[in-house]
């Protein structure tokens, strides 16, 4: 199946930073929604959506990561931060609702690299939903050597923690200490002198960045999820470029489009 | 009933065009509509070498539109003449190529380039706000345009559209001295120069500071524009600027284009352009209306 545009309808939506969760207060919302769509037939780990406001005031679609994706029911996951006027009427839509997405877009990570490879997966902040579905093509798939995974939060709202850890291990970090080792991702890495052949990630750039540093100096191959502010989300408007360390074969110039060459890169091939 | 129009001796099966830079070049929106039911593919903008166009962020989102600072990334026109017109070959659509330079020279070389390919026409970006040299320049003072309009022109095999600013105080005065250049049609608006800050971070939120403000906020002004310069001058004016749906096309048309272009909302709905086609069909029927420019309201 290409990239379509299609009604979808919300199977269910509930707030992960509810009531009694720690670090509501520090005003992070984020979501988690189950939407009914036959797009998740052929969905990958990596791959995102673009979720369309039906306020026309806020015009462009929204690009989402896709956060699990039930192929056999058709149904996709995603898990988002209300991170302005889009993701705030999102996260008041109901089961039942209808809205229209468009999907599945950009390349997904390579399951093909992680054959016969001791694999690290590091999502930070927003960027750990799409971990999850990523841990459990990797399991499946069962040609990686070995999975770790490493989850990099703010706080102690640990979302996601508990499904990712159903499909093994999570090493836990958070900036303020409440859970797991103080600090960052690469913390962990220290901390628990972790080995890995072939890092995949999703999260800020500053994280990106010091995993790149890392791919280079310890030879692993880094495959890291880029954002950027996105109109079209098919590749036409050349709006979300990232820079690249060649020219690109599309472009004829050192810039690739993270909608649709990406989001995933090696991270040796971008200028981050 | 006939939706076919005629500029500059080029015929097209129906008035919708996709605005240049906002449609690849017609292959990224191909898996989502049919090219075979479009006026026009109009390109990106197309330099005679490489450009690698501004840092990001190059979007943004503002109250009904969006501001782009995207600087004119293209591959250059060896690539076009390659790799995308044959693309568009393939379908039934007239192929308009746009063209932008940052010298006048620039925009020579990529019209004699473009001279004996299967380009149907040619459009002239002389109105694009994000690039610092040449460009919007000379698309901002009468006499510059008419300038670049004449050298164009000299060289051109096919008609030429000049695309122009609305970033000027007297639209019509622009419109009449491409025409008297020599200009076969004029293509308008460009985008309205822009900006946006972000107040928690304290800084624009384009890298470029500034960028073409597009989308739906901008219709009203376009209309006026569309309306003052086609009846400035006898050329034809193809219309664009915040088309969204059949409607927002017919108002251009009724206010004096002889074609519109659909830009952003292909980015909001991708089958927008298919849609407008049919809906002015449908408009046309109701009323009885049998030829496009019967759409045109002399006094209005």
């Known amino acids: 199946m290409g990239k379509k545009k299609v009604k979808t309808k919300v199977v269910s939506q509930r707030e992960l930073s509810g009531k009694g969760t720690e670090g509501r207060e520090t005003g992070e919302r984020i979501y988690d929604m189950w939407l009914e769509t036959d797009l998740a037939g052929d969905a990958r780990a990596g791959q995102f959506i673009c979720i369309y406001p039906q306020d026309k005031s806020t015009l462009l679609p929204r690009p989402i990561s896709i956060c699990e994706a039930d192929r056999e029911n058709g149904r996709l996951r995603i898990v988002y931060r209300v991170a302005g006027k889009g993701t705030k009427e999102f996260s008041h839509y109901k089961a039942g609702d209808d809205i229209e997405i468009l999907g599945c877009l950009g390349n997904g990570f390579p399951l093909e690299a992680a054959e016969g490879k001791r694999v690290i997966i590091m999502g930070g902040g927003i960027g750990i939903p799409p971990m999850l579905q990523l841990l459990k093509d990797l399991r499946e798939e069962g040609k990686a050597e070995d999975v770790k995974v490493i989850a990099g939060y703010r706080n102690g709202q640990l979302f996601l923690k508990e499904d990712m850890e159903k499909y093994g291990d999570v090493y836990v970090a958070t900036e303020d200490g409440s859970a797991g080792t103080k600090g960052n991702v690469m913390d962990v890495i220290a901390a628990e002198a972790l080995q890995a052949d072939v890092v995949m990630a999703c999260g800020p750039m500053p994280m990106l960045r010091a995993i790149r540093s890392y791919s280079g100096e310890h030879g692993a191959k880094a495959y890291i999820s880029l954002e950027e502010r996105m109109a079209c989300g098919v590749g036409a408007c050349l709006g979300c470029v990232c820079r690249t360390k060649k020219e690109d074969a599309h472009s004829h110039v050192k810039n690739a489009r993270i909608c649709t060459d990406g989001p995933v890169f090696l991270a040796e091939d971008v200028d981050i | ?300």
């Open chain 2, 1 to 300: 009933m006939n939706t076919k129009v005629k500029i500059a001796g080029v015929e097209f099966k129906n008035p919708v065009m996709t605005a240049s830079g906002t449609f690849g070049s017609g292959m990224e929106y191909a898996e989502f509509v049919d090219l075979n039911k479009l006026g026009a593919v109009v390109t990106k903008g197309v330099a005679n070498v490489p450009w690698e166009g501004n840092p990001a962020p190059r979007v943004a989102e503002v109250y009904g539109g969006m501001l782009n600072a995207i600087g004119l990334q293209n591959p250059g026109v060896d690539v076009l003449i390659e790799r995308d017109i044959p693309f568009l070959q393939q379908y039934d659509t007239k192929i308009i190529v746009n063209v932008c330079g940052k010298t006048v020279e620039d925009y020579l070389e990529v019209v004699e380039k473009l001279g004996d390919t299967a380009a149907d026409m040619l459009e002239i970006n002389v109105s694009c706000p994000n690039v610092k040299e040449g460009a919007i320049a000379f698309g901002q003072k009468a006499d510059c345009l008419y300038d670049i309009t004449s050298e164009i022109k000299k060289k051109a095999k096919q008609p030429v559209i000049m695309k122009l600013s609305p970033n000027v105080t007297d639209i019509a005065e622009m419109a009449k001295a491409a025409e008297a250049a020599g200009a076969d049609a004029l293509s308008m608006i460009n985008t309205i120069t822009g900006m946006k800050i972000d107040i928690h971070k304290r800084k624009c939120v384009l890298a470029n500071k500034t960028g073409g403000l597009s989308g739906p906020a901008i219709k009203p002004v376009a209309v006026r524009m569309v309306y003052q310069a086609s009846r400035a001058v006898k050329i034809p004016v193809i219309g664009m600027g915040g088309i969204s749906c059949a409607e927002d096309a017919i108002e251009f048309l009724m206010a004096g284009a002889s074609a519109v272009a659909v830009g952003a909302m292909n980015f909001v709905n991708p089958y927008v352009t298919m849609e407008i086609a049919e809906g002015i069909e449908e408009y046309m029927r109701k009323y009885g209306i049998e030829e496009i420019s019967g759409l045109k309201i002399d006094d209005l």
